[in-house]
């Protein structure tokens, strides 16, 4: 049983969270796409004489503290979030799904130090972990997917695995391994597809809370420098002002909200798009399902 | 049980152990010469070496990680290289802002989500509870940075009915004046934590109110609200207090950005002081603190759940 | 049933009268004029497949619909008529007047109470008991059942005992409140084999004489010939058929009752 990408996609373009979703974090790559070729001002001329200007049809929301033209500013930190979302989900991916099958399927003497090492690096936040390498490393987006990355891919490693588990007790899988199948080959065809739900709800939840992170980390100074605007580093700049502009503050916070929203709604519509069609009909104890079925939805 | 008290100990100590073993090698090993990261680029070798004479950093590398150790459990941390304070004084000092505003936000966190998140289930369609599931995923999504600056222009600015920043100087001597400080940080991350915990606890309820056992229980002759009250909502408060360990991991690890935010002088705000001042040292013995607390509690919540959870039991006959 | 606590007697089992039941949810009709009545102390048996309606018709006469559910028609319990009254009300008939008790203990028992205090539940929700009352009336109701180790099943946690154990003490539990209708939803095939047999005969025992009706609903053929005096079949949310276990079991006129009866074939 595969994932049938071409249903999911039409499934998830009809719900409203889908179609909000899939519209924003379109917007979102557009808009950092079309920033590396045009901007409708310069993001880091800094020009003291035309601070805190009102929106204007030279500057579309008005300038900052330094003259900086905000509406170029925030279309340009669309770029640091499209390759910090871009990183932590390639970096996760990849840590979180290895981690996932070695701990699941691996030889014993792999399994259980693995498993103890994933759920101390859980507990290790990954704003402290971010921290620390910061603090070795030096600041910077680097750093920041870095730890992103292996933060949340040891919490997608323990969801995955629990599910590589389930989906290897089955009855299929036995089927697939009495008929000779190698285990590369139960892995790639019939563990990893069904898996595929759950791991890309997990990363899609992922991207969100990595853009939360690089807002948090640039704003304590650990992320993008200075010279590169990131919304998160907006926010640290609109702070020594908010009590005689405060309206600096909403541009870089609705974009980061709305932005993290979109990958949460993406998640919940993943959800709902990929899961039942792709779990087997019926229950495992064999019992009768009764009329009314499943009602309770989150 | 004492098995299980045992084993849990065990697992306790093997993470704690492994934790600082993560952390001193990150510190230790890879910027390559501490001495000189904490000198900085423009001490003479001659200072650099009177810095490392200081910190041990000539003994051998197991040394100096099993002197830290020790020293970690015993309380003394030795003094900072840059500031010279005692590190234990300093980490026992903030954290008497830390932790008061990290149960000050998870008592908001749960005053927050438990109710609402029952009732956002229990009357699903009714507008009120669609729209705080709206404003529970939007407010899921909302930065901590943002939602401080936010509350900042409204309560402090505006409104001013609370400081915006900083902690009175003399502590808890006045424990009102240091409530005032840290509500509105507490608020912050708690409303914050409390929109993530509030869709759990509504999730949690929903499948309490589909669970068979609360319809046997309206069998028995409850209502439908008694059966749930009486039946579904005691597993929803396990599952809640089996995610406490996570939430306020997460409130302290919120703390770091809102310390810094509302200048209050709590162990966060300290470690990215002293990151920046590269103080590895220091770095060091915090960033393992606070990982240790994090640790422990997660210890702490397991064993406490499994003491009241009968399913996980294991009954002697 | 000789179960009996302070004072009170057992009540005497009502005429049940259904007329016209029509259930549905959102925009689906599940369930079709379902009409039929039920004599006190009558054993009758629902069978049919899944998705049928026999569920779902026991499930609206013990009030337990989901609040969604739309219901109309006629559900007459002697008196009283329970189709549009509100929770409140019905939840004061059930545990008293109709005992339910549910297919799977695994998950019908609440995982975090101990049996005793389940299985007195009803009764103390109906009447007024202390607490050593209550400890008594649990053992009682165990031995009733069938329950051998009384004392350590009452103090013990469902997740502690057998399957058949815990179906027993489900059914303990339904009939705590002596309620003169029991409804039970294909309570047996979760149970092995083996104690199958014990647990029909129990079902048997609790409803011999008139003091107490039963619905049994059941897709197995031989459970229901062991049990039922009479026989209503589902299919499709309606009732096709209906008839004495012997005529159903031995002439059956509907083509999906006919193909019912073949498909269970030799194990009759």
């Known amino acids: 049983m595969s994932a049938r990408r071409g249903g999911t996609l039409h499934h998830l373009v009809r719900s409203p969270r889908g179609a909000f979703a899939l519209a924003v974090l379109g917007l979102l790559a557009l808009t950092a796409l079309v920033s590396l070729f045009w901007l409708p001002g310069n993001p880091n001329q800094s020009n003291i004489s035309e601070a805190w200007q009102s929106p204007s049809p030279t500057h579309w929301l008005g300038t900052d503290s330094s003259g900086r033209d905000i509406a170029s500013r925030l279309m340009a930190g669309a770029r640091v979030t499209v390759l910090v979302v871009l990183g932590a989900a390639i970096v996760s991916g990849v840590i979180g799904l290895a981690l996932a099958v070695v701990s699941a399927l691996g030889p014993r003497r792999l399994r259980e130090p693995l498993i103890i090492l994933i759920d101390v690096l859980i507990a290790f936040p990954t704003l402290l972990l971010a921290i620390m390498l910061a603090a070795v490393f030096g600041s910077g987006l680097p750093v920041v997917v870095a730890s992103v990355g292996i933060g949340f891919g040891v919490q997608i490693a323990r969801v995955v695995r629990a599910e590589l588990r389930q989906i290897n007790a089955e009855d299929f899988i036995l089927a697939a391994k009495a008929a000779g199948l190698s285990r590369w080959a139960i892995l790639r065809m019939h563990l990893l597809p069904n898996t595929a739900p759950v791991f890309t709800v997990q990363l899609s939840l992922a991207m969100g809370l990595a853009i939360l992170a690089e807002a948090g980390l640039s704003y304590l100074g650990f992320g993008a420098p200075p010279s590169v605007p990131s919304w998160g580093l907006m926010l640290e700049e609109s702070q020594a002002f908010i009590s005689i502009h405060p309206l600096v503050v909403l541009w870089p916070g609705i974009t980061i909200t709305l932005t993290v929203l979109a990958f949460y709604l993406l998640g919940d519509a993943l959800r709902e798009a990929m899961d039942p069609r792709l779990r087997f009909g019926g229950r495992r104890d064999g019992g009768e399902r009764n009329d009314l079925g499943d009602r309770s939805e989150a | 049980m004492i098995r299980f008290l045992a084993v849990r100990a065990l697992t306790l100590l093997a993470g704690l152990f492994l934790a600082s073993l993560i952390i001193f090698i990150s510190l230790r090993l890879l910027p390559g010469d501490v001495a000189q990261v904490i000198g900085g680029t423009s001490a003479s070798p001659t200072q650099v070496e009177a810095i490392r004479e200081r910190l041990g950093l000539n003994v051998p590398l197991p040394l100096q990680y099993l002197d830290w150790l020790g020293g970690v459990f015993t309380g003394q941390l030795g003094s900072s290289v840059v500031s010279g304070t005692s590190i234990a004084a300093e980490i026992a000092e903030k954290a008497q802002v830390t932790v008061p505003l990290t149960f000050y936000s998870l008592t908001i966190a749960l005053i927050v989500a438990l109710p609402l998140g029952v009732f956002a289930a229990y009357r699903r369609q009714a507008l009120p509870s669609r729209v705080l599931s709206v404003l529970g995923v939007v407010a899921a999504a909302v930065p901590a940075v943002w939602a401080g600056l936010l509350g900042i222009v409204l309560f402090s600015t505006w409104l001013g009915w609370l400081p915006s920043q900083g902690f009175p100087r003399d502590g808890w001597a006045d424990p009102l004046a240091a409530i005032r400080s840290l509500t509105l940080p507490a608020l912050t991350i708690g409303l914050i934590e409390g929109a993530v915990l509030f869709r759990f606890v509504k999730s949690a309820t929903l499948s309490a109110i589909g669970a068979e056992h609360v319809r046997t229980a309206m069998s028995r002759g409850y209502t439908r609200l008694g059966a749930l009250v009486r039946h579904g909502l005691p597993g929803v408060g396990l599952s809640v207090i089996s995610m406490l360990g996570l939430q306020i991991a997460g409130l302290l690890v919120g703390a770091v950005v809102i310390e810094q935010l509302f200048s209050l002088p709590g162990l966060g705000r300290m470690l990215v002081f002293d990151v920046g001042q590269r103080d590895l040292i220091k770095v060091q013995s915090t960033l393992f603190v606070l990982t240790a607390v994090i640790l422990a509690l997660g210890a702490l919540v397991d064993v406490v759940h499994r003491l009241i959870d009968p399913r996980l039991r294991v009954e002697e006959q | ?268």
Request: no cysteine.
């Open chain 3, 1 to 268: 049933m000789t179960v009996t606590t302070s004072g009170t007697s057992p009540a005497h089992a009502l005429p049940l009268e259904v007329n016209d039941l029509t259930v549905s949810i959102g925009d689906t009709e599940l369930l079709h004029g379902i009409s039929f009545s039920l004599a006190p102390g009558e054993r009758l048996g629902f069978i049919g497949g899944s998705g049928s309606g026999k569920t779902l018709t026991a499930l609206a006469v013990a009030g337990l619909l989901p609040e969604e559910a739309e219901v109309r028609g006629s559900i007459r319990l002697g008196d009283t008529e329970l189709v549009g009254k509100p929770d409140r009300e019905l939840a004061a008939l059930r545990g008293e007047r109709i005992g339910v008790v549910f297919q799977e203990p695994k998950t019908a028992l609440n995982p975090l109470l101990r049996l005793g205090h389940q299985m007195t539940e009803a009764l103390a929700l109906h009447y007024s008991l202390s607490r050593a009352e209550r400890k008594e009336a649990a053992l009682r109701l165990a031995a009733r059942v069938g329950l051998k180790d009384p004392e350590r099943i009452v103090r013990a946690y469902p997740h502690e005992v057998s399957g058949g154990q815990r179906q027993r003490a489900a059914i303990a539990a339904a009939i705590s409140a002596q309620p003169g209708l029991l409804l039970a939803d294909e309570p047996t095939t979760a149970l092995d084999v083996t104690v199958q047999k014990g647990v029909l005969q129990l079902f048997r025992e609790l409803t011999e004489g008139d003091d107490t009706s039963l619905v049994f609903i059941t897709h197995d053929l031989a459970v229901l010939a062991e049990v039922a005096e009479r026989v209503l079949v589902f299919d499709g949310g309606r009732v096709i058929e209906e008839g004495e276990i012997a005529q159903i079991l031995e002439a059956p006129v509907h083509p999906i009752t006919r193909a019912l009866i073949h498909a269970a074939g030799g194990e009759l």
